[in-house]
């Protein structure tokens, strides 16, 4: 059964930058496409970012514009999700997720989680 465990998480303020990373376990990584994906306070779960399994393929939610990275470690099963130039509206729980197909902006198209992680901005 495929787990996943971010970490990295916490507080920052604006302008500031905070990494996250995401192991994953109990399947073969390099088959999965990952994904980055946050919920605010009264919002809807948003993609951050995904990554497909061989790492050059990526997409980004709108709101990104440049400001973060993803990627990911085949061989230590890990994937990273790089923020900067926060915001207070990049305030959220972020999640890791998991899929076997083609990156996709649908949240319900991932079908592992990992229990996310809390990313505060502080104005």
């Known amino acids: 059964q495929v787990q996943l465990v971010e970490s990295g998480g916490g507080l920052a303020q604006t302008g500031g930058s905070l990494s996250l990373s995401c192991v994953f376990s109990g399947g073969t990584f390099s088959r999965y496409t990952m994904g980055w994906f946050r919920q605010g306070p009264g919002k809807e779960r948003e993609v951050v970012g995904a990554?497909?399994?061989?790492?050059?393929?990526?997409i980004y939610g709108d709101f990104v514009k440049g400001r973060f990275r993803i990627s990911r470690d085949n061989v230590k099963n890990m994937v990273y999700l790089e923020m900067n130039s926060l915001k207070p509206e990049d305030t959220a729980v972020y999640y890791c997720?998991?899929?076997?197909?083609?990156?996709?902006?649908?949240?319900?198209?991932?079908?592992?989680w990992g229990q996310g992680t809390q990313v505060t901005v502080s104005s």
């Open positions: 997720a998991a899929r076997t197909g083609t990156y996709s902006r649908r949240y319900l198209d991932y079908g592992y």
């Open positions: 990554i497909r399994w061989g790492g050059g393929d990526t």
